[in-house]
């Protein structure tokens, strides 16, 4: 091909013109690598001592529902159809265990999402051999009492599994749940110091503990405190006439200074017997309904633990000054996204 002096004029008029037209065009960004969304977990857990520990470790790092409403009788506890939604998009699934929440464990289970697991923490704090039966949990029914959270050393094993499975699971984070961890272990070591302080301040032959349902069993062992009864029968009915009497006479012969009703189970018959034994009656105490609402600073596992020794602990006699250097607030800073069902 042969290239005339035209040809070559114009070609480099055109390179001319177009490097012109460039020249005042900003030169064109270089593409941004955009970085995915952190994947923040989905996390379930039932009553609501459960899901204040699990909010306790896993603080503003997860997204945390319960499922159990506070004020409903949590072993009989049904849930509703829109629960199994809430169940199906959790990543983990905490439960007491120890036949606590039946219905719920069955519907977790039908809906649990590929990927996710449900963990019990009961199963994995004690052994079978360590299983307590009492007057609301007979033997012979095969279901152990499962409040194990009162005991606060228990509740620390159930601290220390969580932990466990949220670093598993989001191990980028393993060192917020580490730490907070470690500072809840903290709190639970002082309130075990304080309880330690305040138990034998009551007289040895008052530390007995009749209450409506048991829910003590685990803490009066730890702790050298003898539960002499519960009123609730295993099937969450009222007790017989020959109950009552039996337990009004043991009132009487045992000098219990006080009995212990509860904010979930009203009963007059527990008015009746403290009226006719001669003793205290109490009905304040819960079993697992955190005190004030969410968001408070008490609204936690150890406002209740506080709560509810701050009750027992003088009326029996003794002196609960001791449990003023527990700090009840959360272990974390920040708003965590925690949800309890009202």
């Known amino acids: 091909m042969v290239f005339t002096k035209t040809c070559i004029s114009v070609a480099i008029t055109l390179a001319i013109l177009s490097a012109v037209a460039c020249a005042g065009q900003p030169p064109a960004a270089a593409p941004v690598a955009t970085q995915p969304e952190p994947t923040v977990l989905n996390v379930v857990a039932t009553v609501s001592p459960i899901t204040s520990i699990v909010e306790n470790i896993g603080g503003t790092r997860i997204h945390l529902q319960g499922v159990v409403p506070e004020g409903v009788n949590s072993h009989t506890f049904e849930p509703a159809p829109s629960v199994a939604v809430t169940l199906s998009g959790a990543d983990l699934i905490f439960l007491n265990g120890l036949f606590l929440e039946e219905p719920t464990l069955a519907m977790a289970k039908a809906n649990l999402k590929p990927g996710a697991s449900i963990v019990s923490l009961g199963e994995q704090t004690i052994t079978r051999d360590q299983w307590q039966f009492d007057f609301s949990f007979p033997e012979e029914d095969g279901h152990p009492n499962p409040h194990l959270w009162p005991d606060p050393i228990l509740t620390l094993r159930y601290a220390e599994i969580v932990r466990e499975n949220l670093a598993a699971r989001d191990p980028d984070n393993a060192d917020y749940y580490q730490a907070n961890y470690d500072e809840f272990a903290a709190r639970i070591a002082t309130l075990d110091e304080a309880i330690k302080i305040a138990i034998p301040t009551i007289p040895a032959d008052q530390r007995k503990l009749l209450t409506y ?20 029968p295993s099937d969450f009915s009222e007790p017989s006439a020959r109950d009552v009497a039996d337990l009004i006479t043991q009132i009487k012969e045992e000098n219990i200074p006080a009995v212990f009703g509860s904010e979930v189970f009203p009963s007059d018959v527990m008015r009746t017997i403290a009226a006719e034994s001669g003793a205290s009656y109490i009905d304040e105490l819960s079993d697992d309904d955190l005190p004030g609402v969410p ?4 609204h936690s596992y150890l406002g209740l633990e506080i709560a509810n020794l701050r009750i027992i602990i003088p009326a029996l006699g003794g002196d609960a000054s001791a449990l003023d250097t527990v700090d009840i607030s959360p272990v974390f800073d920040g708003e965590s996204n925690a949800v309890y069902p009202q």
């Open 213 to 232: 349902h048991d829910s003590w069993a685990y803490f009066a062992d730890r702790y050298g405190v003898e539960v002499v009864g519960a009123i609730q």
């Open 295 to 298: 968001g408070d600073p008490d």
